[in-house]
């Protein structure tokens, strides 16, 4: 059966593993893919991991503007349950606004451990876009699609051969992901789980400083940040990406007793 997704290895993943469950979640208008290679890893090393695929993205865009941040929250429900029944721990690891999304979720569920990835804390001048949130929707109407901003350059040009997203922002779900982060915001001291938040000094996209007030409101009792350099924002395939996974892989082992699969 052909694939109904326009590049290969965009699609959804499941990995199975042993006794930790890790949920794997990509950022805005990106696939699963850009987290699919740490998901292999984590599933050498005994992790049970799956990456699904947040509503609207990973296909067209002209998909993502009929999905809401709530479509995106229950893609993550949906792989909880699945996950749950069969896992003794559960971790839950999130890039780029997939950072901001894992955290209001882990506000809501039981985790044993939680990693961010360049999450956002807020999106700059959001106090203004707030303001004027009705305009937008409107504007919406008019205008769906809006020039991403420059970003930065990539550090490991393999990684930029290799990564796919949408080449615009969906102006409406730029709306919801403004208000997204609002819960996430608010959720914040809800979230118990031990936490490592890690961000590029280097991201030329959300910068590094929206690590600080991430940390200082999150309320798990547990918690580290960690600034890496030589990466661009998306870290999870540029940059010194093994080192990552690594850094990531330890984190999870010494917060979740993962059991090697059955032979």
Same mark, same amino acid.
């Given at each position: ?98 950072? &901001?999304?894992? $955290? @209001? ?7 044993? /451990? #939680?990693?961010?990835?360049? =999450? *956002?804390?807020? !999106? ?49 779900? &730029?709306?919801? $992901? @403004? ?7 608010? /959720? #914040?001291?809800?979230?118990? =789980? *031990?936490?490592? !938040? ?53 984190? @999870? ?11």
């Amino acid at each position: 059966m052909p694939s109904s997704y326009p590049v290969p290895q965009t699609q959804p993943f499941l990995l199975p593993g042993g006794s930790t469950g890790v949920i794997l979640v990509h950022g805005f208008t990106s696939t699963p893919k850009e987290m699919s290679r740490l998901g292999a890893y984590l599933n050498q090393q005994g992790f049970t991991v799956i990456a699904p695929r947040l509503p609207g993205h990973a296909l067209t865009i002209q998909d993502m503007p009929r999905t809401r941040y709530q479509d995106w929250y229950n893609a993550l429900e949906d792989a909880y349950q699945l996950l749950r029944p069969h896992c003794a721990q559960m971790a839950i690891v999130g890039v780029s606004m997939g950072g &901001a999304l894992s $955290l @209001l979720f882990a506000a809501n569920h039981p985790f044993d /451990a #939680l990693v961010t990835l360049s =999450a *956002p804390y807020d !999106l700059a001048d959001s106090p203004r876009l707030r303001k004027i949130l009705p305009l937008l929707r409107l504007l919406s109407r008019v205008k769906p699609f809006l020039k991403k901003p420059k970003g930065g350059h990539w550090f490991n040009p393999e990684a930029g051969r290799e990564h796919y997203s949408y080449r615009y922002n969906p102006t409406r779900s &730029a709306v919801e $992901l @403004l208000l997204m982060l609002s819960e996430m915001q608010a /959720a #914040l001291p809800r979230v118990t =789980a *031990p936490a490592l !938040l890690i961000h590029s000094l280097d991201d030329g996209y959300v910068h590094p400083a929206n690590l600080l007030p991430l940390f200082a409101l999150l309320g798990s009792p547990q918690k580290d940040m960690r600034f890496i350099q030589g990466s661009s924002h998306c870290v999870t395939i540029d940059g010194d990406r093994q080192a990552l996974y690594e850094q990531i892989g330890a984190f @999870l082992t010494a917060r979740c007793a993962s059991t090697p699969p059955a032979q």
